[in-house]
C-alpha cells in the first residue's frame, strides 16, 4: 500500500507500507538480456562479468560490471531486468514506464564474492537490487529527483558511511547521454537508464524542504560526482538545528 503527502517544497512523498505479496518466480528475458548489454557496451564499455541471480523474486535481475579504464577510473553497475515489467506511472508519463538503474564505485571497490560477506563493501549492489524491484512491490515508479531513504527513519547503508539515501539522476558519467539514456527496445517499448547518487540524511531533508534543484546546486558547488565516496562532504550538514 502506497500514503500519498507533499513535502515543503510540493513534491510528492510516497510512503510505502509492507505487503504480504506472494513470491513470484520469475525468469530472465534472454532477448532483452542482450539488448540492454549491447546498449551498455556501446555507451560505456565492455561488460566484463555479470552478477547473475540464482533464485528471482517479480523480475530476473542481473548486475552488469564495467570495469574502470585509464580514461573512465571507476566501477560502473548496471541493473538488467528492472525494465521486464512496466512500473506504475502517473497520466502523462507512459514514456517513462521502463526503467534500469546504475550506480559508479572508486576503481578499487572491493567486488569479490567474498568482499560482499562485509555490508560495507555490498551495499551499493543491495541498494541497485532491492531499488530495482521497489517500484514493481509497491506499484509506483522512479523518475528523476525522486529520493528514497534508507528506511523509516532513513538510516546508514553501513557502519563505513552515513550515507542513508538515494536520489534518482540524470547519468553524468556517460559521454553521449542523449543516446545512452533511452533505448529504444520495440515500437512500444523506451527503457531510460537512471543513476543513483547516495545522500546523506541533512541532504534529503533539504531537498524536500527547498527541493531538488537546490539541492542538486549544492552538490555541484561542493564538486559532488555520481562516483559514491563513502565520507565526502555533507554539504546540508545543519548548524544550530538550521540548514
Known amino acids: 500500500m502506497t500514503v500519498e503527502e507533499r513535502s515543503p517544497a510540493g513534491s510528492m512523498i510516497y510512503r510505502h507500507k509492507e505487503t504480504d505479496r506472494p513470491f513470484t518466480p520469475a525468469r530472465g528475458d534472454e532477448e532483452a538480456i542482450e539488448l540492454i548489454t549491447q546498449h551498455v557496451e556501446r555507451h560505456i564499455g565492455p561488460v566484463e562479468s555479470v552478477f547473475h541471480e540464482i533464485i528471482s523474486d517479480l523480475i530476473h535481475l542481473d548486475i ?61 549492489i543491495r541498494c541497485l537490487k532491492m531499488l530495482a524491484r521497489l517500484p514493481h512491490e509497491y506499484n509506483t515508479w522512479f523518475y528523476t529527483d525522486h529520493t528514497i531513504p534508507n528506511g523509516d527513519p532513513a538510516e546508514p547503508y553501513s557502519e563505513s558511511t552515513k ?5 534518482i539522476t540524470i547519468p553524468s558519467t556517460v559521454e553521449s547521454l542523449e543516446e545512452f539514456f533511452t533505448l529504444r527496445a520495440s515500437e512500444s517499448k523506451e527503457v531510460h537508464f537512471f543513476s543513483l547518487t547516495p545522500l546523506y540524511n541533512d541532504e534529503m531533508n533539504y531537498k524536500l524542504k527547498h527541493g ?6 549544492k552538490l555541484e558547488k561542493a564538486e559532488i560526482t555520481q562516483i559514491i565516496d563513502p565520507k565526502r562532504k555533507n554539504t546540508c550538514k545543519r548548524l544550530f538545528g538550521l540548514f
Open 212 to 217: 531538488a534543484d537546490a539541492l542538486l546546486a
Open 64 to 124: 552488469l560490471y564495467v570495469a574502470p579504464t585509464k580514461e573512465k577510473n571507476y566501477i560502473t553497475l548496471v541493473t538488467c531486468g528492472m525494465s521486464s515489467l512496466p512500473m506504475t506511472v502517473p497520466n502523462g508519463a507512459e514514456a517513462f514506464r521502463y526503467a534500469e538503474l546504475m550506480i559508479c564505485l572508486p576503481a578499487d571497490w572491493k567486488m569479490s564474492e567474498k568482499s560482499f560477506e562485509d555490508e560495507n563493501n555490498y551495499w551499493p
Open 163 to 167: 550515507l542513508s539515501g538515494m536520489m
